[in-house]
């Protein structure tokens, strides 16, 4: 079973194109809600980690676009953990039409953990985060999001 937390977004006009189409970079803007809201729904959150002096970098992002989002189209943003390592983990995502149900997109993201400051390295992900993502989820949270999140 996996957790899956699901984030609810409205689309604005500034997030489209000439041709009235979600523009592509935006659903790596949508994927990063969709990532914070799952660390939140966790009890964590960015902020604190650089009061760690600690600090995620995105090392690869990948998107499949299947089908176009429009301006004012109601979508959800999918997030799970596909895999944790040492010091890296990896998101996977899945965009919905919330009206159609149809997939508009899905991708992921390989997160590293770095230390804050001039001299930047690789960090091993906190003990209480990494529990926090290995954990098992409540039983019946298999595939269904677990959070909902409106953005």
């Known amino acids: 079973m996996k957790r899956v937390v699901e984030s609810h977004l409205r689309v604005r006009y500034a997030e489209t194109d000439a041709q009235g189409v979600v523009y592509y970079a935006n659903y790596l803007v949508w994927f990063e ?88 390295r690789p960090i091993e992900i906190p003990t209480a985060l990494r529990q926090a993502l290995l954990a098992d989820p409540a039983e019946g949270e298999c595939e269904e999001p677990v959070v909902v999140c409106k953005s």
């Open 33 to 120: 809600v969709a990532r914070v809201n799952y660390l939140r729904a966790l009890g964590f959150d960015f902020r604190s980690l650089e009061q760690q002096q600690i600090t995620v970098v995105i090392a690869e992002a990948n998107c499949r676009y299947l089908a176009p989002a429009r301006f004012d189209d109601e979508i959800a943003v999918r997030a799970w953990v596909e895999e944790v390592r040492r010091t890296s983990l990896v998101f996977a995502y899945a965009v919905y039409n919330r009206t159609s149900g149809q997939r508009l997109a899905e991708g992921s993201t390989a997160l590293v953990f770095v230390t804050l400051g001039a001299q930047p």
